[in-house]
């Protein structure tokens, strides 16, 4: 198994630009989810997954949507990239419940 | 809203020394999940507790769910180099759906050899 994958690893953007945050697992997991990461912050959940066709809002969702298309899939769109969007971006999911998988996240700047 | 407080924030010890760090919730939660992350990787759940008074470990750590089911507390034992990382807790929102979860802002562990 791979694991959860997450692509880009690096990415730079200007701001008003958009883009896509790949997400993909391969251990059939029904649970996935977005968070970010700022210094001194932890993680932030951005949207989360419980299943295809199922999303929901976590903490910090404005700017961020989702889709759910398949139970392998689960990316991430920024709509319109702000400074304030500049994090490392990570991806997990879980059979049930809290994330129990991380993918190696994605490091954004965006200028 | 909830929030978790992780304390200390920072710790540097010398390898061999046992290491606690806990986390505090004016909230009471249901579930609380340990993690750590290594620089540059994402995070690895580490233990995760479901009942007020469970202590559960995990070769050398070691976690607890308070009493009050307000507070969690994670030891590690015998630290080494590799221990070194970022320890987080986390719980689910007030939701209840554990796929929600908040974070604390994490304990960095340094250790020298």
Redesign the interface.
Same mark, same amino acid.
Do not use: H, I
């Given at each position: 198994n791979a694991g959860?994958t997450q692509t880009p690893k690096f990415q730079v953007l200007k701001t008003g630009q958009s883009m896509t945050l790949q997400c993909a697992q391969d251990m059939n997991h029904e649970?996935m989810?977005w $968070?970010r990461q700022d210094p001194?912050? @932890? =993680?932030? =959940?951005i949207h989360?997954s419980?299943g295809a066709g199922i999303t929901?809002q %976590?903490?910090v969702p404005n700017g961020y949507n989702v889709s759910r298309s398949t139970t392998e899939d689960f990316p991430l769109r920024l709509l319109s990239a702000a400074p304030s969007q500049t994090s490392v971006y #990570?991806c997990?999911s879980s059979y049930? %419940? @809290?994330?129990? $998988? #991380? @993918?190696?996240?994605t490091r954004l700047l965006v200028l | 809203g909830q929030q978790l407080n992780q304390s200390p924030q920072s710790m540097f010890i010398q390898e061999g020394e046992d290491v606690s760090m806990n986390c505090t919730s004016s909230s009471i939660f249901n579930t609380w999940l340990w993690y750590k992350q290594d620089p540059g990787e994402g995070p690895v759940l580490l233990i995760a507790l479901y009942k007020a008074g469970e202590l559960t470990s995990n070769g050398r750590l070691t976690a607890q769910f308070g009493i009050t089911r307000k507070d969690s507390f994670l030891n590690i034992s015998a630290s080494i180099p590799s221990d070194v990382g970022i320890y987080f807790c986390a719980g689910p929102t007030l939701s209840g759906n554990t796929g929600k979860l908040i974070f604390g802002q994490g304990t960095t562990l340094q250790v020298k050899p």
């Open positions: 959860v649970y989810s $968070y001194g912050m @932890g =993680l932030r =959940l989360y419980v929901d %976590g903490e #990570f997990a049930t %419940g @809290g994330p129990k $998988y #991380f @993918g190696p996240g | -």
